[in-house]
Every structure is written in C-alpha cells, then in structure tokens.
Nanobody
Framework: QEQLVESGGGLVQAGGSLRLSCAAS????????MGWFRQAPGKEREFVAG????????YYVDSVKGRFTISRDNAKNTVYLQMTSLKLEDTAVYYC??????????WGWGQGTQVTVSS
C-alpha cells in the first residue's frame, strides 16, 4: 500500500499561486494514474485533476481548467499541482491519490494539505 504525503499548502490572497506536492512511497506509483482531490468545509471530497501514469494525458474539472496544472515526476514518485489565479472557492484541504474511472480513489488517504484563499 502506497503512503502519500502532501505538502505546499498555505494562506494566499485571491489571484495568487501555490504549488502542491505529493510524495508517494512504495513501488506502484509509476504505474498509477494520479489525481488531486479537495474537500471544502461541509462538502464532499471532489476530484479536481488527474494525470495518466506516463503523464501523457491530463484531466481537469471545469472549475479549475485553465488555472491548475497537474504534473508528475515518476523518478521522484511525486505528483504536483500548480495552482494559479486562486479564488476564494478553492479553499479546501487538498489530497492526492491514485484513481480509476472518473475519479474514484484507489489507495488510503494522506493527511492532506490546507489551502486557504483570502480576499
């Protein structure tokens, strides 16, 4: 079972940028489609971005399309989420995970990293 450690969150003003990182232990990362999920207060966790195991294909939900960029480095067992033009509604705890289908998680969850966007 992979272990996931997210980092890079913080407090940022609206319009600002952050880069999240997720380091995975184990031997299956490079064969897994990886995604970023987020959970805002009082809401269910949602799938926001995904990248195929070789990095050739990416997917974004409409609300982040054009603002977020997902990437990965299989040599470092790490997946990234570059977030720009942040909005108040991007405030959430962000998690990474392997996924299948339309964003169903495969592994256990890490602790996540808090992103807070202020006005």
């Amino acid at each position: 079972q992979e272990q996931l450690v997210e980092s890079g969150g913080g407090l940022v003003q609206a319009g600002g940028s952050l880069r999240l990182s997720c380091a995975a232990s184990g031997r299956t990362f490079s064969n897994a489609n990886m995604g970023w999920f987020r959970q805002a207060p009082g809401k269910e966790r949602e799938f926001v971005a995904g990248i195929s195991w070789r990095g050739a294909l990416t997917y974004y939900v409409d609300s982040v399309k054009g603002r977020f960029t997902i990437s990965r480095d299989n040599a470092k067992n790490t997946v990234y989420l570059q977030m720009t033009s942040l909005k108040l509604e991007d405030t959430a705890v962000y998690y990474c995970n392997a996924y299948y289908g339309s964003g169903r998680s495969l592994w256990g969850w890490g602790q996540g990293t808090q992103v807070t966007v202020s006005s």
